[in-house]
């Protein structure tokens, strides 16, 4: 067997490699400077990426709930049942209408498939854009909704489940933390994680965007992540599920033991 991870490098991508190699299975991971190169905007790059694979992970770039998301998809799945990859398992996203676009045309595409729906990853706050500033204050524009936050390596455990056990397919494990937090809690979890003086602080959207752009984010990122905090970050992926249970036969990574790992 052999397995492309794509967006080897990313949160969930790094972490599946790691596993996937712990076990001694070939990878070949997934980017624009592997070998061979894969972007998930050069066509042309993926027969050469899917040659001789069994199964591949799917981590899109930079979300499923980008316009280019649906084509994208159902092109690559079209490509990868051409190549003879039996396996596809797709990370999604809760709450997204786009991204369950994208897990119905691998499921028509794909011999076996799998979907890990997942809610926001525990690691945003210490890997990616929620980062606390160096003043100790979570700022973002959002209030007190809350949201049950998955740690990376609950996803990694199901995706490798997923990519090297036939029972998973034909599945869909959404994935939550066991518990639904707001982000002051949040930042209440990490200063305790870290010793330090953590708290959150909600600002208006358009400063968060115009901060954004003067650390010279690009467009198109603003532009996704003010969708995530206005359009998903409403309150309807609250409940908590049982997707890693079902998939792992564990319950899921507390926030609180992410934070004492991270932090």
């Keep these: 067997m052999t397995i492309l991870i794509t967006a080897g490098h990313g949160k969930t991508g790094r972490r599946v490699a790691a596993r996937l190699d712990a076990l001694g299975i070939p990878t070949r991971v997934g980017s624009r400077s592997g070998t061979p190169p894969f972007d998930w905007y050069a066509p042309d790059t993926w027969p050469a990426a899917l040659a001789g694979v069994d199964a591949a992970y799917l981590a899109f770039v930079p979300d499923l709930a980008v316009p280019a998301a649906p084509a994208t998809i159902e092109a690559f ?15 999604s996203g809760r709450g997204e209408a786009e991204a369950e676009r994208c897990e119905q045309l691998v499921r028509a ?4 498939w799998t979907v890990v729906r997942c809610s926001w990853f525990a690691q945003n706050f210490s890997e990616d854009y929620l980062v606390p500033s160096e003043d100790g204050v979570l700022r973002l524009p959002v209030g007190d909704v809350r949201e049950p936050f998955v740690d990376a390596d609950d996803i990694a455990d199901v995706a490798v489940a997923a990519l090297t056990d036939s029972r998973h397919a034909g599945q869909l494990y959404e994935l939550t933390g066991p518990r639904a937090l707001t982000f002051a809690e949040v930042a209440a979890e990490i200063g305790r994680a870290s010793g330090r003086d953590i708290r959150f602080e909600s600002v208006p959207l358009d400063a968060y965007a115009a901060a954004m752009r003067e650390a010279r984010t690009p467009e ?3 532009a996704l992540v003010s969708y995530l905090f206005t359009e998903v970050l409403d309150g309807r992926n609250e409940p908590v599920c049982d997707g890693v249970r079902r998939a792992l036969g564990r319950e899921p990574r507390d926030f609180a033991d992410y934070a004492r790992a991270a932090f």
């Design 77 to 91: 799945t079209a490509e990868a049942a051409r190549q003879g990859v039996r396996r596809l398992v797709l990370l």
């Design 109 to 112: 595409g794909a011999p076996e």
């Design 220 to 222: 198109e990122v603003i």
